[in-house]
């Protein structure tokens, strides 16, 4: 397998576990949405409007060599409706541009400034996955929360989209 067949497979798994979690995400009450759920962002609004504002960022780095400076709690929508309807679009746009890129673009570098103002300079590949594993990490901080809750957690894992793939095929 190359990079753009395992990233096209990251980008396919980041829109599905995302769709994944805001359909369990669904039934919780406002309450349980706005309360501090002892997250890294407290609340589940707050992580997922991290999770917006994260993908946004990296996107803007990757796809068009943007350096979105904003604080990593900023958020960005106030309504629950318009935060999830906004996180469902940004993770959608990962595959489409993944199928863009030419094989030797992973040979190389992704450079952007940080919020601090530092300039940095990474490998392209491993600075990608990170984009997909930090999703991954708050999906999973969410999921305790819906169990928390008293909710069924939504399973998650790679290897489960996978399975429904293959059983589609």
């Given at each position: 397998m190359h990079f753009a067949e395992y990233?096209?497979?990251l980008a396919r798994y980041h829109a599905w576990a995302t769709h994944t979690l805001?359909?369990?995400l669904a039934p919780l009450s406002d309450d349980a949405w706005h309360r501090d759920a002892g997250l890294y962002f407290h609340s589940v609004h707050g992580t997922v409007n991290h999770l917006l504002l994260t993908d946004r960022i990296w996107f803007g780095r990757f796809a068009r060599g943007e350096s979105i400076r904003m604080p990593l709690?900023?958020?960005i929508h106030a309504e629950r409706d318009a935060?999830?309807?906004a996180l469902a679009?940004?993770?959608a746009a990962w595959r489409p541009w993944v199928g863009t890129l030419e094989a030797t673009r992973f040979d190389g570098e992704l450079r952007y400034t940080r919020n601090n103002?530092?300039?940095v300079r990474l490998p392209f590949t491993p600075a990608l996955g990170h984009v997909f594993n930090h999703a991954t990490?708050?999906?999973?901080q969410l999921s305790a929360a819906i169990t928390a809750a008293g909710l069924p957690g939504p399973e998650m894992d790679w290897i489960s989209l996978q399975q429904v793939e293959a059983k589609a095929a």
């Open positions: 990233f096209a497979g805001l359909a369990a709690d900023a958020e935060a999830v309807a679009d940004a993770v103002g530092e300039q990490h708050h999906r999973g």
